[in-house]
């Protein structure tokens, strides 16, 4: 079946430092992307989404490129603040089963003064 | 912009008790999604709409009822509730295509003991 596997966490960085989440995924048809942001106690929030191969999508500081030749979807972004302490949510989406969202199990970002 | 909005946001039940999870979405979207997320874990869908009188399981929808009478609104029941259904609850909504978004509630914190 579909899948979503993340990079496990928890991730804990200073602040200003480069962060790679990776996220790799396995499809029977051609998904569209996601990753979402959890906050503490908040529900989740859509960061970035990219819809087919070599898309890149971004905000906030943060990128990800959609590649279909190594089925990933890796999250960066070159200088993180405290504020990005998050769980972050690698997820897919495939016309096929209903729009529906796969998620990963989620990676917890830590980020200290 | 009220967008997804769920109640309770927090419940203890009994085991054996029954109870409503409500949900509602003013973006006028046919689709309509029921999660949970247990500690640590990614997201599992228990059920899920395409329209007013259509709906269908997802991964995990054992213990769980819904109903989707109108556009607007998606009630999850629990009954005769167990331990294992603590958990908190996101509702979620979106336009049909699998590149959309799909937009969360805050979540209900429910935990049953």
């Known amino acids: 079946g579909d899948s979503v596997t993340q990079m496990e966490g928890p991730v804990t960085l200073s602040e200003e430092a480069f962060l790679t989440i990776n996220c790799t995924y396995t499809a029977t048809g051609y998904p569209s992307l996601f990753w979402y942001v959890q906050y503490p106690g908040e529900g989740l929030q859509l960061l970035l989404k990219a819809t087919k191969a070599d898309d890149k999508g971004s905000n906030k500081g943060f990128e990800a490129t959609y590649r279909k030749e190594t089925t990933s979807f890796h999250l960066e972004k070159g200088s993180v603040q405290v504020s990005d302490s998050a769980v972050y949510f690698c997820?897919?989406?495939?016309?096929?089963?209903?729009?529906?969202?796969?998620f990963g199990e989620g990676t917890q970002l830590t980020v200290n003064p | 912009n009220a967008g997804v909005t769920q109640t309770p946001k927090f419940r203890i039940l009994k085991i054996g008790q029954s109870m409503t999870l409500q949900c509602t979405q003013d973006?006028?979207?046919?689709?309509m999604y029921w999660y949970r997320q247990d500690p640590g874990m990614g997201l599992k869908l228990i059920y899920y709409?395409?329209?007013?009188?259509?709906?269908d399981k997802g991964e995990v929808p054992n213990g769980y009822n819904v109903s989707r009478s109108t556009t607007e609104d998606f009630p999850l029941r629990l009954e005769l509730a167990a331990p294992s259904q603590t958990s908190v609850y996101f509702c979620?909504?979106?336009?049909?295509?699998?590149?959309?978004?799909?937009?969360f509630g805050e979540g209900s914190w429910l935990t049953v003991v």
């Open positions: 973006m006028n979207h046919n689709y």
């Open positions: 997820a897919l989406s495939l016309e096929t089963s209903g729009s529906r969202l796969t």
């Open positions: 709409s395409v329209g007013a009188g259509i709906t």
């Open positions: 979620a909504s979106s336009y049909p295509g699998a590149g959309n978004t799909i937009y």
